[in-house]
């Protein structure tokens, strides 16, 4: 008898297709998910399927992008332009990405994007059919933009284990109710039998949703769809503690620590690192650090503030109009307020390898987190992670959901400048002996509910509720 397979799901593979001098490239991912899952999709016969963000060219690039994924356990779906451009700029990314992200007023309700969202969910739902499923087999679905493929995926197989993670935030039911296609994204998703989210609020929020929108009944934090038992629970993802804690304390990271400490003359270092994106209050932390330069001019000279936005869906507008915000007002702070021997901010629109990132992490006396709204965030908790032996201090922002799991940080709410900028203040005056009791705090936390414990959980969670559901059934 052929044993069980684990099937995972996302909308990129944890490895990317480049094309450099004619020769195509497989390049792995250096993300958290990528490293959780890497000892589960490799093993066996279990696979990752996924989109390898590139478009092939012909047909015998699409094969042999197939041949080179199939040797790392990986199936491609590929996608056209168009279905890029309705699927994932246009639907996951200017509907569902806004809304989910507290910002109505951004969200573009265009019939075409739900036309090509559902289509799109369809081809996953495809390939995952064509993998001949078995009824003991686990697929682990993940984030929004496959908010369609548990109920497609149950439709051909009512007993199979599906489990679905979001990473982003789940919205307040009224906000959600606001999208035109909102009773087709709860059922796609009550498909699964483990919904999951990284904070309790989320989950609340898509148990109210169900309830107010669908009429659904819930019981703590079950309810019945499609005769099963579906379950939604909090599950905070964590990192891979050992990865960033064992590159810090390397005599090479230390060294390049060292060597950006001496570039920067030993000023206070202000670290900040995302993706661009409008969620991340990229502008509100500026405002906060100029608010910084003007209330206490003593700090002029004497800090840096190291911003690194790493470039990201450039072709949706509203990415762009921010883009071009963020250059011009770095440099009207720079101007108004750098001299000859002093550049406030150092700037960087880039994505960097993960020694480099932990090189900045070591080397920095501050880390700066201002997102208007995150499922997680994982750029403080791996800060957290690389600060074993030196100090540092977390600011960081009470929208994002990892402030609701450390104990520690100087929490800020994101929307008030003159609240970062106290904050900055405290941080750069903290007496080191609290910088590290904060930092002991949260180092536990993230030491232990790293990425492994995050999927094992998960794993074991998934297969509980099929048991549950088969007593039931046999009642
Ligand atoms: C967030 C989402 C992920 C997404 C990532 C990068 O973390 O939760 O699903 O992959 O952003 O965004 P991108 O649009 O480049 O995939």
Redesign the pocket.
């Known amino acids: 008898m052929q044993r069980k397979r684990t099937i995972i799901i996302?909308?990129?593979l944890p490895v990317r297709i480049e094309r450099k001098e004619g020769q195509l490239h497989v390049i792995p991912s250096e993300g958290g998910l990528a490293t959780g899952l890497g000892s589960i999709y490799k093993e066996g016969r279990n696979i990752w399927i996924g989109w390898p963000g590139f478009i092939p060219a012909n047909e015998e690039e699409k094969i042999e992008v197939t041949e080179k994924l199939r040797e790392h356990n990986l199936i491609p779906v590929f996608l056209t332009e168009c279905e890029i451009e309705g699927y994932?700029e246009g639907f996951s990314?200017e509907v569902l990405w806004p809304i989910f992200h507290y910002h109505p007023s951004y969200a573009v309700y265009d019939q075409s994007y739900w036309n090509m969202y559902e289509s799109v969910n369809k081809k996953f739902a495809d390939s995952i059919m064509q993998q001949e499923v078995m009824d003991t087999d686990e697929i682990w679905i993940?984030?929004?933009?496959l908010m369609l493929l548990p109920k497609l995926v149950r439709a051909f197989n009512s007993k199979i284990a599906i489990g679905y993670f979001q990473?982003?935030p789940f919205p307040p039911d009224e906000l959600f109710r606001g999208i035109p296609w909102r009773d087709e994204l709860l059922k796609g998703l009550l498909g699964a039998d483990l919904i999951a989210f990284h904070t309790y609020n989320d989950t609340q929020h898509f148990l109210n949703a169900c309830t107010h929108i669908l009429g659904i009944p819930i019981q703590n934090n079950c309810l019945r769809s499609g005769g099963r038992s579906v379950y939604v629970e909090v599950f905070p993802m964590g990192i891979d503690y050992d990865k960033f804690n064992e590159l810090a304390q390397s005599p090479e990271i230390q060294t390049r620590a060292q060597d950006i400490r001496s570039f920067y003359q030993n000023r206070k270092f202000i670290l900040s690192i995302d993706?661009l994106d409008y969620s991340k209050g990229i502008i509100e932390r500026l405002k906060a650090f100029e608010c910084l330069l003007k209330t206490y001019p003593e700090t002029r000279n004497e800090v840096v503030l190291y911003m690194l936005v790493v470039p990201?869906?450039d072709t949706v507008p509203k990415y762009k109009e921010l883009h071009d915000e963020i250059n011009r007002m770095v440099g009207h702070i720079n101007a108004v307020y750098g001299n000859n021997e002093w550049t406030p901010i150092s700037y960087f629109y880039n994505s960097y390898d993960i020694a480099e990132l932990s090189a900045l992490y070591v080397a920095s006396d501050i880390c700066l987190v201002t997102s208007l709204r995150d499922?997680m965030n994982l750029v403080c908790k791996e800060f957290i992670a690389s600060k074993e032996s030196n100090n540092g201090v977390l600011i960081l922002s009470e929208m994002a959901g990892a402030s609701k799991e450390l104990i520690g940080p100087l929490l800020v709410n994101p929307n008030s400048i003159q609240q970062i900028c106290t904050a900055l203040h405290m941080a750069i005056q903290m007496p080191e002996q609290e910088q590290r009791k904060r930092l002991d705090d949260s180092l536990e936390i993230v030491k232990k509910f790293n990425i492994r414990h995050w999927v094992r959980l998960f794993f074991k969670r998934l297969k509980e509720i099929k048991s549950i559901q088969q007593q039931e059934l046999a009642r």
């Open positions: 996302s909308n990129r994932y990314n993940h984030d929004y933009q990473h982003i993706r990201s869906r499922g």
